[in-house]
């Protein structure tokens, strides 16, 4: 559906919609939620909030309202548990600067749950996952691994390290990174979530009309991924993004785990950058002085296939 004040809609596969409603202010929409992916119900609440909120941040805006969208199986878990992810998602929306303004609830066997958030951005500062240029470098700000290393905890293979380390960066809001991102002139950015680092690239590098080259060595990992990656962790969705651009990628000249890596599904990943090199170096010290969990410059974007990925060293 096409209108003048749409200004993201389906025409891309951005992360939310944007709609102008004003000279000076467009409002950011978006929606997501998911099934626990921790124990803690109060941290799964943080981390699904969170990841809801980052479609927000990945858009460049400020979120200010957030509803919740809420499965929960009445009967088989008790409401305090329900209590427990609402107050873990106060936290998170609290924490962002929003407000909780209402929600839905139903019945259904499979707990789930997340945020329909609105946000606030400038018409003329909306970030995009189009517009890489050859030559731009690309800046990520939280470490992957998080669909990996919750399998290992549900296997019983991850280490209490490795479990706090991963919540605490599924917990971590992209409000700093997108506040740096504002702050530089990035070309295009996303936030890596479901379909991965490599999926999400992919959609990047393919509506920009680039290619990029990614140095493996560069990546930055959680606690355990890469043991748990060797050891043969996979998930499900991993398989899936592994499918969607096999095509597209090429691990030759990496190393074999790699490949889990980059198509491992984030939840509440950080967001995904391509800035001018003339920037890049002013942009990862502003990020690690806002303290992101990273500040990494994992490849460049190239002249070459559009959405080709190629992995090396």
Do not use: W
């Amino acid at each position: 559906m096409s209108h003048p004040d749409l200004l993201v809609g389906f025409d891309t596969v951005d992360d939310a919609a944007v709609y102008q409603i004003a000279p000076d202010q467009a409002i950011i929409q978006t929606l997501d939620f998911i099934t626990p992916i921790l124990d803690d119900p109060r941290q799964f609440g943080r981390v699904a909030a969170a990841n809801s909120l980052s479609d927000v941040y990945a858009m460049g805006g400020r979120p200010i309202t957030a509803m919740s969208i809420t499965c929960f199986p009445i009967g088989d878990l008790d409401l305090d548990v329900l209590a427990e992810i609402l107050c873990g998602a106060c936290d998170a929306i609290t924490a962002a600067g929003a407000v909780l303004a209402g929600g839905h609830t139903v019945d259904d066997p499979q707990l789930k749950f997340g945020l329909s958030v609105t946000g606030l951005v400038h018409p003329d500062r909306i970030l995009m996952n189009s517009g890489a240029q050859i030559g731009d470098r690309l800046v990520l700000t939280k470490p992957l691994g998080t669909g990996i290393v919750t399998t290992g905890i549900k296997r019983a293979k991850a280490s209490a390290a490795e479990t706090e380390a991963v919540a605490r960066s599924m917990m971590a809001l992209n409000d700093s990174a997108a506040e740096a991102a504002q702050a530089s002139e990035v070309h295009a950015c996303t936030d890596v979530t479901g379909f991965g680092l490599a999926g999400h690239l992919h959609q990047m590098m393919r509506e920009s009309g680039v290619m990029a080259r990614l140095d493996s060595g560069a990546l930055p990992l959680l606690p355990g991924a890469r043991e748990l990656a060797r050891q043969g962790i996979t998930t499900g969705g991993q398989r899936r993004n592994q499918a969607y651009v096999a095509d597209y990628v090429d691990f030759s000249r990496a190393p074999e785990d790699i490949a889990s890596i980059a198509f491992d599904p984030q939840t509440s990943g950080g967001l995904l950058m391509a800035v001018p090199p003339s920037r890049v170096d002013a942009l990862v010290a502003d990020l690690k002085r806002r303290g992101t969990l990273a500040a990494a410059v994992i490849g460049e974007c190239a002249d070459g296939e559009s959405g080709r990925l190629e992995f090396r060293g």
